[in-house]
């Protein structure tokens, strides 16, 4: 049997239960495009109820739902959407809106806990009176929650507060769900209440719920038709995918209600990396699944850290040269968080002894002109 790795780099790398596989083997299945699948169907109904809207839709990733999501909001060309410079849909995917929407970006300061200022949004936000040199605010993107603050929670009165600007200015907001069930249970509040002032809302289904595909964007009757539509236009409509939308069901069934046991996992991890010397985590910023710990070691890269853990099995990804984030899952038990931990302490002390090492070397005749 292959050893067994400790894979921290993202939550996307879990693998489907039995349950799902079992599920997906005997789903029904219809043609989806042509006359609707109904295993589909039932998902994207169930989806809509939990999350408190009408109507939900199944696409293939979180990327096709933030962009079907915003060019929905935004089919007038011309359109401009506020979201913050540190989200996802801004620097992680491919600049689709603007590239493929024609739909221009008004990146706003995202602070260190995943918000936007509120006043920096309203400021944001066109007057109709520079008309002649304006794009047209159409939208405003929240996102719950925030990946690149170490998945830090919005709560629902800071949601609902941009939500109150938005419909005060006619505008819409669209919700970056990726994560919004890690959020819910964070805050204890329930996933319809925390989306509430949205107008859409893109879930991902393959992160910490474990479905080895898709995302599902929710919203009103009439939004989701118009992005059924575009869902087509960009290549996104798919036939039997009633045997994905059944693992999907059970992920949502089964998984929401362990992602504590991550939460729990991750704090505990971070106390553990607090522990050792050369790291420090705010370990206030801890909310969901994620930590991302400093090295405050001037010895210590990133780069090397994360290569020696590997040859242990355990998996990170460097964010910057001084800085790590690890990512919680259901694959990561108990024993595996003391076994990182262990793993981490030992690559330190390898690190800084190699480092005495190669000073020594430098002290006396280096092995070439480069000083190794
Ligand atoms: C992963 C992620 C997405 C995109 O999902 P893909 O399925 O990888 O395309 C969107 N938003 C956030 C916050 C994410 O973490």
């Given at each position: 049997?292959?050893?067994?790795?400790?894979?921290?780099?993202?939550?996307?790398?879990?693998?489907?239960?039995?349950?799902?596989?079992?599920?997906?083997?005997?789903?029904?299945?219809?043609?989806?495009?042509?006359?609707?699948?109904?295993?589909?169907?039932?998902?994207?109904?169930?989806?809509?109820?939990?999350?408190?809207?009408?109507?939900?839709?199944?696409?293939?990733?979180?990327?096709?739902?933030?962009?079907?999501?915003?060019l929905t909001h935004c089919d007038v060309r011309g359109s401009e959407v506020i979201l913050g410079d540190d989200s996802h849909?801004?620097?992680?995917?491919?600049?689709?809106?603007?590239?493929?929407?024609?739909?221009?970006?008004?990146?706003?300061?995202?602070?260190?806990?995943?918000?936007?200022?509120?006043?920096?949004?309203?400021?944001?936000?066109?007057?109709?009176?520079?008309?002649?040199?304006?794009?047209?605010?159409?939208?405003?993107?929240?996102?719950?929650?925030?990946?690149?603050?170490?998945?830090?929670?919005?709560?629902?009165?800071?949601?609902?507060?941009?939500?109150?600007?938005?419909?005060?200015?006619?505008?819409?907001?669209?919700?970056?769900?990726?994560?919004?069930?890690?959020?819910?249970?964070?805050?204890?509040?329930?996933?319809?209440?925390?989306?509430?002032?949205?107008?859409?809302?893109?879930?991902?289904?393959?992160?910490?719920?474990?479905?080895?595909?898709?995302?599902?964007?929710?919203?009103?009757?009439?939004?989701?038709?118009?992005?059924?539509?575009?869902?087509?236009?960009?290549?996104?409509g798919m036939r039997q995918v009633g045997v994905l939308c059944a693992a999907a069901h059970v992920a949502v069934r089964d998984?929401?209600?362990?992602?504590?046991?991550?939460?729990?996992?991750?704090?505990?991890?971070?106390?553990?990396?607090?522990?050792?010397?050369?790291?420090?985590?705010?370990?206030?910023?801890?909310?969901?699944?994620?930590?991302?710990?400093?090295?405050?070691?001037?010895?210590?890269?990133?780069?090397?850290?994360?290569?020696?853990?590997?040859?242990?099995?355990?998996?990170?990804?460097?964010?910057?040269?001084?800085?790590?984030?690890?990512?919680?899952?259901?694959?990561?038990?108990?024993?595996?968080?003391?076994?990182?931990?262990?793993?981490?302490?030992?690559?330190?002390?390898?690190?800084?002894?190699?480092?005495?090492?190669?000073?020594?070397?430098?002290?006396?005749?280096?092995?070439?002109?480069?000083?190794?």
């Amino acid at each position: 049997m292959a050893a067994r790795v400790v894979d921290l780099r993202a939550d996307t790398v879990t693998k489907p239960t039995e349950a799902m596989r079992a599920a997906m083997a005997a789903a029904d299945v219809g043609d989806d495009v042509r006359d609707g699948d109904p295993t589909v169907r039932r998902f994207e109904a169930e989806m809509a109820a939990l999350m408190g809207k009408e109507a939900a839709l199944f696409v293939p990733s979180g990327t096709m739902a933030n962009l079907v999501s915003v060019l929905t909001h935004c089919d007038v060309r011309g359109s401009e959407v506020i979201l913050g410079d540190d989200s996802h849909i801004h620097l992680y995917e491919n600049g689709g809106i603007a590239t493929i929407g024609g739909v221009h970006p008004r990146p706003v300061r995202s602070n260190p806990d995943g918000t936007m200022d509120i006043d920096r949004i309203v400021a944001a936000i066109r007057s109709p009176d520079g008309v002649i040199y304006y794009p047209t605010t159409r939208l405003i993107c929240l996102e719950n929650t925030h990946v690149n603050s170490g998945g830090r929670c919005l709560s629902v009165e800071y949601t609902d507060k941009v939500g109150e600007i938005a419909r005060s200015r006619g505008l819409k907001l669209h919700l970056d769900g990726a994560r919004i069930f890690n959020a819910s249970v964070a805050l204890g509040v329930p996933v319809d209440r925390l989306v509430k002032a949205a107008d859409s809302v893109s879930v991902c289904l393959s992160k910490g719920l474990g479905a080895p595909v898709g995302s599902v964007i929710v919203g009103s009757k009439a939004f989701i038709d118009k992005a059924k539509f575009l869902r087509k236009t960009l290549g996104g409509g798919m036939r039997q995918v009633g045997v994905l939308c059944a693992a999907a069901h059970v992920a949502v069934r089964d998984t929401v209600g362990k992602l504590a046991d991550d939460h729990r996992r991750a704090k505990s991890l971070a106390e553990g990396l607090n522990k050792i010397e050369q790291f420090t985590v705010d370990s206030a910023s801890v909310e969901t699944n994620m930590v991302f710990f400093d090295i405050v070691d001037s010895r210590i890269s990133s780069y090397k850290l994360c290569q020696i853990l590997e040859k242990r099995n355990v998996l990170a990804n460097p964010r910057s040269l001084k800085s790590v984030r690890v990512v919680l899952h259901y694959h990561i038990s108990d024993s595996d968080v003391q076994y990182a931990l262990t793993c981490f302490e030992k690559a330190v002390e390898e690190l800084l002894m190699g480092d005495t090492e190669s000073e020594h070397l430098a002290d006396g005749a280096t092995k070439n002109s480069y000083g190794y």
